[in-house]
């Protein structure tokens, strides 16, 4: 296995890949995604990124509508949770990795991975006109709140509130914590300094182009 620098902004996008969508058990290191809209992105983009990070080739499954990155690797599971700080089974409460914010090019790299995975962009419409929306939730309150100061740090404002909805799975009442990005102000700063490498993402901030 290749241990990559800490200070590489590709490390940085993808913790924020693993924050997002990432789990680490006994030996293995799984990130999932929806099939439908984020193979492509997990093909062409998380795979030969995984690869040329860590020198090892992560093998891609698809299981009814969700779409599996897996590497099995005892060295990369130990790494990822002794000198980065990821947590090996259940997920706890999460926080951005400090080497991860060290400078400005690994900041917007791992806010970049959190949105590609646990992010979406869409447009409101109301009668002042359109009104462009970058959301992203957690069930980790903490780790939203430093999403948040973040963003203040790049210049950008968002809403920070609780969402408590019935998910009629597990047939009980869930808890996300949210961030709102709003308006083409703040949707622009986050264009040009955080940005996406996701296909699919990148196809909705075009279509939010045309909306000016």
Not at 76 to 104: D, M, Y
Request: proline residues 4%; neutral net charge.
């Amino acid at each position: 296995m290749k241990i990559p620098q800490l200070d590489d902004p590709d490390l940085a996008y993808e913790s924020g890949v693993h924050l997002g969508d990432g789990s680490l058990a006994t030996y293995r290191y799984v990130i999932s995604g929806n099939k439908k809209k984020e193979t492509r992105y997990y093909e062409d983009v998380l795979s030969p990124l995984v690869q040329d990070l860590y020198g090892v080739t992560p093998a891609i499954a698809f299981e009814y509508n969700s779409v599996y990155l897996r590497i099995y690797s005892k060295d990369l599971v130990l790494f990822k949770h002794e000198e980065l700080g990821f947590p090996i089974g259940r997920k706890s409460e999460l926080h951005i990795p400090s080497f991860a914010t060290s400078n400005l090019c690994s900041t917007c790299n791992v806010i970049s991975g959190l949105y590609d995975t646990d992010g979406c962009v869409k447009v409101r419409h109301d009668k002042s006109g359109n009104y462009p929306r970058i959301s992203f939730a957690q069930a980790h309150s903490g780790l939203v709140r430093e999403v948040k100061e973040l963003l203040a740090s790049l210049g950008i404002s968002s809403t920070f509130y609780r969402n408590d909805y019935y998910d009629p799975r597990i047939a009980q009442v869930e808890t996300r914590w949210c961030l709102d990005i709003n308006g083409f102000r703040n949707y622009d700063v986050f264009a040009s300094k955080v940005g996406t490498r996701s296909p699919y993402v990148q196809e909705r901030m075009k279509a939010i182009e045309v909306t000016r």
